[in-house]
Structures are given as structure tokens and as C-alpha cells.
């Protein structure tokens, strides 16, 4: 009994299907945003307390070397004035100077009433400071200390018993005031100064630890993101690899099936379903391979030989052994080569047109051409594959590379995965693969080579990416002078 050949199946990259998959680990994506955020903040906070440390001890050690620069230069100055050596005046017993200055000198006699200095209509409130007077009580003996006035007013006094050889004067005392308002007013200033100017430095360095944690985290991000994608990737290509192996597995079983419950007939009894059998496991052997090598080139395993070769060749050596397809099929290809050296590896790049060539005989029907060009370009190589099928459809044009994406009017057989090798082993390579419709109808594929992969053009010089291979007229139709090769003339193309 023959089974019915499995119906492939289609995976579409968009619609109902693709929403439907779950998204690319939320949960842990989330965790990963967080702790980067986390640690973003962190390493901002680190900065900022760094930062303000700085500013704090530069703050203090500015304020503490103005403030006491300035107090050594007042007391310095009260000093010299209260030392200065005064002449008798007639009104209060001694002239004395410096009142400009803001020095105010205060005599006391020896009943400890003050006499008002001249220039002066009363004396401040609070003057003289009584404790300073008190703290004086033998000659050389001076007291020196800072006051605040009843009105709020500071003063730094300086008290002293009076240098006169006049008796008269013995038990007098002088009290020099000198006003500190000037002085108290520039170091608040300077103190508002330091703290606007370091909590805007503070909120500075911030933002710049913010921005450069960011800037340092960037790295980490990447790495977690490839992580994600390759995590991404594996459930992917597990799920995808599940759903394509259940359907053959399913038709193997079902044969198995078939064959024991006719296990006494003849093999041609049961002959399409051993045929059945072979064709499935054939599948599932190409699907298990292709896959094998996509995990492979996941983890980065897959090394590229460097050597160089003639593309012509690698192209004629691949279309040759398509020559079985191609007469089945009733489907003709012709190679039309020309020398085009590169550097690379022949096994990969005799698998690129093994790819490109099988794929496009199975999209032709029975009487039509598929066309194989090989032409040098400029530091490249050029391989393009031609065939006069339905074409492309523009809304599959993104899909062509995905992995296990076939297209809902693909023939039976594939994989999905053929394209997607054929684009990584364009990219290993260094060139670039693209594909478009022929305005005379059918599909073409083209992948540019550099002849070294050293050597390969900046992003602004790649070909955009709908920009079609130039064929000029000569390759338009194969020259019946240049070497070509089709299934039924001949087993090897000529070179």
C-alpha cells in the first residue's frame, strides 16, 4: 500500500504564527535590565560619593585657609593700631588713630567708665566688653578675643592697661573694637559660593558618572544581548527543528506500520512504502546535516580555509553534479563561466552554488532554463543563478534567509534551511548575497566574492541592497563561443 507523500510544511516569518511564539525571554531580559540599571545607579552613586568626598575636603580646606588668613590679617592689623603710641590731647587725655580702618578705641578710667573717642557721637551698644576689661590686671597684659554686640554686631576686641608715663593715666585702660561685619559677610559669601558651587559640581559629576557608567556598561549590555539572541536562537531552532523532523518521523512510522501488518507480502507488494521510507530518511539525513552545521557556526566551531581558486571552477565542479536533478526535473542549466579568482574555501563555496543551483532547478518547471554566471568584477567575484520560474513573491523578499522559512508555494523536499547556509557562508567569506525578480520573469540570486577578504569594501561601498548585478548583453544569453554545460550533453562542463 502507498502512503501519501507528507505535505511540507510552511513557516511563515509574520502573521498569526509568529505572534503566537512567546517573546524573547521576557523574564530574563527583564532581570538583565534590571541589574544593569541596578548597577548603572550604583556606579553613578560610587561617582557621586567620590565627588563629593573631593569637594567637601577641597571646600573645607579653602574656607578654613581664607577664613584664617583673613582673621591673621585683622588681629594683625588691631594689633599694630592698639601698639601705636598716642600723644595727650587736652579734651579726653590721648588722641587716638586708625578710626578709618574701622578701629574704634574705647578709654576706660579708673572707675571703669568709658570716655567716648573723638569722631564719635556715642559709643556702640555692647562696648566696651566688660569681661575683656576684667580679664586685664597688670601692666603688659593684653586680652584679645571675639564679641558679638547687643545689636548682633561682631567685634574683636583687644584690652590692655594704657603705655603713659603721665600717673594720671596708670589705671586707665584702652579697648580697641574693631568691626567684623566685612569680614563675617566674605566668609558667608564664600561659604554659599563653596556650597552652590560644589552641589552644582556634585550634580555634574553625577550626570557625567551616570552617562559614562552607561558608556561602560555598554560592552555588558552587548554581551547580554547576544546572549539573549543566541538563547533566542536555540529555543527557535529547537522548536523549528521539532516541527520539521515530526512530520517525516510521522511518515516513517506509519510505513513501519504498513510493512509489519503486511509482513508476509513480496517487496513489490510493499515497494512504495520502503520508497516512502528512503525518501523521508534521505530528508531527515539533509535536515539533521543542515542543522548540524547551523549549531556549529552558532558556537563560532566552523573554521574557513584560505586558499585560493578559480570561482569558475568551484561553480562547474557543483553544477555538474546537479546533472541528475536537472534531467529529472526536464530542467536545463547552463554554466557560463568566466576566470573569477578569490580566496576562500572550496568546499564552502562549491556548497553556495550547490545551494543556489538546486533551489532554483526545483523552482523551474519541466522545459526551462536555469543559467549559472561566474564573472569577475572589480576586487570581487561574481556568481549569479537565473531561473524562469514564478519568481519571488516582494512580501518573501525579508524571509529568504530565515532560518526553516518556506514560502507557502515551495515544492516538497526542503529543509528551510538551505538559503540561511548560503548566506552565512556568503558572509564568512566577507561578500554580500541578495536576490530579485527578472522583469522577463523567474528569480535571481547573486552573491559578490572578494578576491581577499581583507580587502573587503567599506559598509558605504556594499551594493544597496536592490541594486541587481550588471549583465551586460553578452550575458544575457549564453555565447554559443563561451563554455557551458547541459544536463544531457555532457557529464563535465567544459572550462
Known amino acids: 500500500m502507498r502512503l501519501p507523500r507528507r505535505f511540507s510544511l510552511r513557516r511563515p516569518a509574520t502573521g498569526a504564527s509568529a505572534e503566537a511564539r512567546p517573546p524573547v525571554a521576557q523574564t530574563g531580559a527583564a532581570d538583565d535590565a534590571r541589574i544593569l540599571r ?219 506500520e504498513d510493512l509489519r501488518r503486511n509482513r508476509r507480502s513480496r517487496v513489490e507488494e510493499v515497494g512504495e512504502a520502503l520508497d516512502d521510507i528512503d525518501a523521508e530518511v534521505r530528508l531527515v539525513t539533509a535536515l539533521v546535516e543542515d542543522m548540524l552545521l547551523l549549531a556549529r557556526t552558532d558556537s563560532g566551531v566552523v573554521q574557513m580555509e584560505r586558499v585560493p581558486l578559480d570561482l569558475a571552477d568551484v561553480a562547474a ?60 568584477e572589480s576586487g570581487a567575484a561574481l556568481l549569479v543563478v537565473e531561473d524562469q520560474g514564478t519568481g519571488i513573491k516582494p512580501a518573501d523578499l525579508p524571509c529568504l534567509w530565515e532560518r526553516f522559512w518556506r514560502a507557502d508555494d515551495a515544492p516538497a523536499g526542503g529543509t528551510g534551511l538551505g538559503l540561511a547556509i548560503a548566506k552565512w557562508i556568503v558572509e564568512q567569506h566577507g561578500g554580500t548575497i541578495e536576490a530579485a525578480n527578472r522583469e522577463e520573469g523567474g528569480a535571481r540570486f547573486w552573491a559578490r566574492l572578494p578576491v581577499d577578504v581583507a580587502a573587503t569594501p567599506a559598509p558605504d561601498a556594499t551594493p544597496a541592497p536592490d541594486a541587481t548585478p550588471a549583465l551586460d548583453a553578452a550575458d544575457a544569453a549564453p555565447d554559443p563561443g563561451n563554455p557551458h554545460w547541459t544536463p544531457g550533453e555532457d557529464e563535465q562542463p567544459a572550462s
Open 317 to 376: 565542479d557543483a553544477t555538474s553534479l546537479l546533472s541528475a536533478l536537472g534531467v529529472e526535473r526536464n530542467v536545463a542549466v547552463v554554466l557560463d563561466p568566466m576566470p573569477a579568482p578569490v580566496s576562500g574555501d572550496p568546499v564552502r563555496l562549491r556548497q553556495l552554488v550547490t545551494i543556489l543551483v538546486d533551489n532554483a532547478i526545483r523552482h523551474s518547471p519541466a522545459g526551462t532554463t536555469v543559467t549559472v554566471r561566474v564573472r569577475p
Open 38 to 256: 541596578r548597577t548603572r545607579l550604583r556606579l553613578m552613586a560610587v561617582s557621586g560619593v567620590v565627588t563629593l568626598a573631593i569637594l567637601v575636603a577641597l571646600g573645607a580646606s579653602i574656607y578654613w585657609l581664607v577664613s584664617t588668613a583673613v582673621e591673621v590679617g585683622a588681629r594683625d592689623q588691631l594689633q599694630r593700631v592698639a601698639l601705636y603710641q598716642t600723644e595727650v590731647d587736652e579734651n579726653v587725655g590721648l588722641t587716638f588713630e586708625g578710626q578709618a580702618a574701622g578701629l574704634i578705641p574705647i578709654v576706660v578710667d579708673s572707675s571703669g567708665l568709658p570716655l567716648v573717642p573723638n569722631g564719635l557721637s556715642r559709643i556702640p551698644p555692647g562696648l566696651p566688653n566688660k569681661d575683656s576689661l576684667a580679664a586685664v590686671t597688670q601692666k603688659g597684659q593684653v586680652d584679645q578675643r571675639d564679641v558679638v554686640s547687643a545689636d548682633g554686631t561682631p567685634y574683636r576686641v583687644i584690652s590692655g592697661f594704657m603705655a603713659s608715663p603721665d600717673p594720671r593715666f596708670a589705671a586707665y585702660k584702652v579697648q580697641w573694637a574693631q568691626n567684623r561685619s566685612a569680614e563675617v559677610n566674605l566668609l558667608n559669601t564664600l561659604a554659599v559660593v563653596l556650597l552652590g558651587g560644589g552641589l552644582l559640581a556634585l550634580l555634574a559629576a553625577l550626570a557625567a558618572g551616570y552617562v559614562y557608567a552607561g558608556r561602560a556598561l555598554v560592552p555588558i549590555r552587548e554581551s547580554i544581548e547576544r546572549r539573549q539572541v543566541a538563547l533566542q536562537r536555540q529555543r527557535e531552532f529547537t522548536a523549528n527543528a521539532s516541527h520539521e523532523l515530526r512530520t517525516p518521523l510521522t511518515v516513517i512510522r506509519a510505513s513501519v
